[in-house]
């Protein structure tokens, strides 16, 4: 059968070179048989293909400068501390393995607020001007509406290649899912904006030919999946929008006159603008209604991101997170009200850790338990196997002993010698396993006592 050698390249010209001369002597050694050829190496065809569909967005310029705004500049990055209070910095780009800097879009999304703030100061005059190309690169960013949008489409689909990256990074056999694996990656892009029905029951050979090009085959505009955070980003720019040319209109400057008071958001709209304005209040009206994203979500990993601790179990995360919603329900620690009911589950609190450990203890117990009647049953069943192996070979050892006895009885002198030994090792075999046997035998019984009287 002919032997088959999958190998993958690295791409430079020394391992292409390597690997035609390492063909050559394959053959020459193998009459003539070569070598699976997979093609160069997919990892780095995969980053680069991730790098063109980004690159007309200069997103790695972009995030280069953040970087390198700050990196190796300690003064500059305590005026930013200072005027944001905040220590958190942008992360390095690494320019040759797009799809890893996830984690690097991730802190520029968090960081991009505040960097704003830092190039308005600069404008001001409360900051030095830093005078460096990174600088002016950040400032051409900010005069771009959809910087944000941007980053958070450039974090989606790093996200859907991050799966691919980790799962073919490894010295596993893989290979035979690669194609698959390739064919998932594909359809979850294209999913984003060619026409569903187009991607319908479609094979790998015709999804390859598929032509992107072609606007035919691409949803409405309206229906393109930029990803929930960069559809976000982009409300929040419509809004904005919105607002500034309602101010522009005139119709904002006595809603600006107004005075906070401490009242809900919605209820201090009402009377400020239901008379006066009520086609802006009928617009609010919609705008309050509007979903507020996943907020709520984000905001309890915050939480949880607070409460955990080294060693921290899931019961205990769940106790503290509703602690937590039950003081911000009440409006602070001081406001919650010390309730009967909440004192005597305090006071008893320790009584019931006591008892709660106690069934954690029996519980291992019983686990502890199980597994030891688990591996003990185990046991036993290798021990019949062993015993029935051993009976069968003590009866066949004995047979062969007795029938070469018998058949040296008329045989000439030197082979019933011969015969006789043959006999006599095979009777000292037999000796031996029924030795060995009648151990099982007792180990077996032990065992089975062992059992029996296991709780």
Same mark, same amino acid.
């Given at each position: %059968?002919?032997?088959?050698?999958?190998?993958?390249?690295?791409?430079?010209?020394?391992?292409?070179?390597?690997?035609?001369?390492?063909?050559?002597?394959?053959?020459?050694?193998?009459?003539?048989? *070569?070598?699976?050829?997979?093609?160069?190496?997919?990892?780095?065809?995969?980053?680069?293909?991730?790098?063109?569909? $980004?690159?007309?967005? /200069?997103?790695?310029?972009?995030?280069?400068?953040?970087? $390198?705004?700050?990196?190796?500049?300690?003064?500059?990055?305590?005026?930013?501390?200072?005027?944001?209070?905040?220590?958190?910095?942008?992360? =390095?780009? !690494?320019?040759?393995?797009?799809?890893?800097?996830?984690? +690097?879009?991730?802190?520029?999304?968090?960081?991009?607020?505040?960097?704003?703030?830092?190039?308005?100061?600069?404008?001001?005059?409360?900051?030095?001007? =830093?005078?460096?190309?990174?600088?002016?690169?950040?400032?051409?960013?900010?005069?771009?509406?959809?910087? &944000?949008?941007?980053?958070?489409? $450039?974090?989606?689909?790093?996200? %859907?290649?991050?799966?691919?990256?980790?799962?073919?990074?490894?010295?596993?056999?893989?290979?035979?899912?690669?194609?698959?694996?390739?064919?998932?990656?594909? %359809?979850?892009?294209?999913?984003?904006?060619? #026409?569903?029905?187009?991607?319908?029951?479609?094979?790998?050979?015709?999804?390859?030919?598929?032509?992107?090009?072609?606007?035919? /085959?691409?949803?409405?505009?309206?229906? +393109?999946?930029?990803?929930?955070?960069?559809?976000?980003?982009?409300? +929040?720019?419509?809004? !904005? /929008?919105?607002?500034?040319?309602?101010?522009?209109?005139?119709?904002?400057? @006595?809603?600006?006159?107004?005075? =906070?008071?401490?009242?809900?958001?919605?209820?201090?709209?009402?009377?400020?603008?239901? #008379?006066?304005?009520?086609?802006?209040?009928? $617009?609010? *009206?919609?705008?309050?209604?509007?979903?507020?994203? #996943?907020?709520?979500?984000?905001?309890?990993? &915050?939480?949880?991101?607070?409460? @955990?601790? !080294?060693?921290?179990?899931?019961?205990?995360?769940?106790?503290?997170?509703?602690?937590?919603?039950?003081?911000?329900?009440?409006?602070?620690?001081?406001?919650?009200?010390?309730?009967?009911?909440?004192?005597?589950? +305090?006071?008893?609190?320790?009584?019931?850790?006591?008892?709660?450990?106690?069934?954690?203890? #029996?519980?291992? @117990?019983?686990? %502890?338990?199980?597994?030891?009647?688990?591996?003990?049953?185990?046991?036993?069943?290798?021990?019949?196997?062993?015993?029935?192996?051993?009976?069968?070979?003590?009866?066949?050892?004995?047979?062969?002993?007795?029938?070469?006895?018998?058949?040296?009885?008329?045989? =000439?002198?030197?082979?019933?010698?011969?015969?006789?030994?043959?006999?006599?090792?095979?009777?000292?075999?037999?000796?031996?396993?029924?030795?060995?046997?009648?151990?099982? @035998?007792?180990?077996?019984?032990?065992?089975?006592?062992?059992?029996?009287?296991?709780?």
């Amino acid at each position: %059968m002919k032997n088959l050698l999958s190998i993958s390249m690295d791409g430079p010209n020394v391992n292409l070179k390597f690997l035609n001369d390492f063909q050559q002597e394959h053959a020459e050694l193998h009459g003539g048989r *070569q070598l699976i050829n997979v093609g160069s190496c997919g990892l780095h065809t995969l980053h680069n293909s991730f790098k063109t569909g $980004f690159s007309t967005w /200069n997103i790695e310029k972009l995030l280069r400068a953040m970087h $390198f705004l700050f990196h190796n500049v300690p003064a500059r990055r305590e005026d930013f501390t200072k005027l944001t209070a905040s220590s958190l910095f942008p992360l =390095p780009f !690494c320019g040759h393995r797009w799809v890893e800097n996830l984690p +690097v879009a991730e802190r520029a999304i968090e960081v991009w607020p505040k960097l704003k703030d830092y190039v308005k100061a600069v404008h001001r005059k409360e900051l030095p001007n =830093p005078g460096t190309s990174s600088f002016d690169t950040i400032q051409a960013a900010n005069e771009d509406p959809l910087i &944000s949008a941007k980053l958070q489409f $450039f974090m989606a689909i790093s996200r %859907m290649f991050s799966p691919f990256l980790k799962k073919y990074q490894t010295d596993e056999p893989v290979l035979p899912f690669l194609c698959s694996d390739l064919t998932e990656l594909l %359809m979850s892009l294209l999913r984003r904006f060619i #026409q569903r029905e187009l991607l319908q029951d479609i094979t790998p050979l015709q999804l390859a030919k598929l032509d992107t090009n072609d606007q035919r /085959n691409w949803v409405m505009a309206s229906h +393109v999946d930029i990803s929930l955070g960069a559809e976000s980003a982009i409300k +929040v720019i419509l809004l !904005c /929008n919105s607002l500034t040319a309602f101010s522009l209109h005139g119709k904002s400057e @006595e809603l600006l006159s107004f005075k =906070p008071m401490e009242q809900r958001l919605d209820v201090f709209l009402r009377d400020a603008l239901n #008379q006066t304005y009520p086609e802006l209040w009928s $617009f609010l *009206q919609h705008l309050l209604l509007l979903s507020h994203g #996943q907020a709520t979500v984000e905001r309890g990993f &915050s939480v949880n991101r607070e409460v @955990e601790a !080294c060693n921290i179990k899931e019961e205990t995360i769940e106790a503290q997170r509703l602690v937590c919603d039950q003081v911000r329900a009440c409006g602070g620690f001081l406001k919650v009200p010390l309730t009967k009911e909440l004192l005597a589950s +305090v006071a008893s609190a320790r009584t019931r850790y006591r008892i709660y450990l106690e069934e954690e203890r #029996q519980k291992r @117990e019983g686990a %502890m338990r199980g597994l030891k009647r688990k591996a003990l049953e185990d046991e036993l069943e290798q021990l019949k196997k062993k015993k029935e192996i051993l009976r069968v070979m003590c009866v066949s050892l004995q047979k062969d002993a007795d029938q070469l006895a018998e058949q040296a009885e008329n045989k =000439p002198s030197t082979l019933m010698a011969q015969m006789i030994t043959k006999s006599n090792t095979l009777r000292k075999i037999y000796r031996d396993k029924c030795s060995e046997l009648t151990n099982v @035998e007792s180990e077996l019984e032990s065992k089975t006592s062992e059992l029996r009287h296991m709780h």
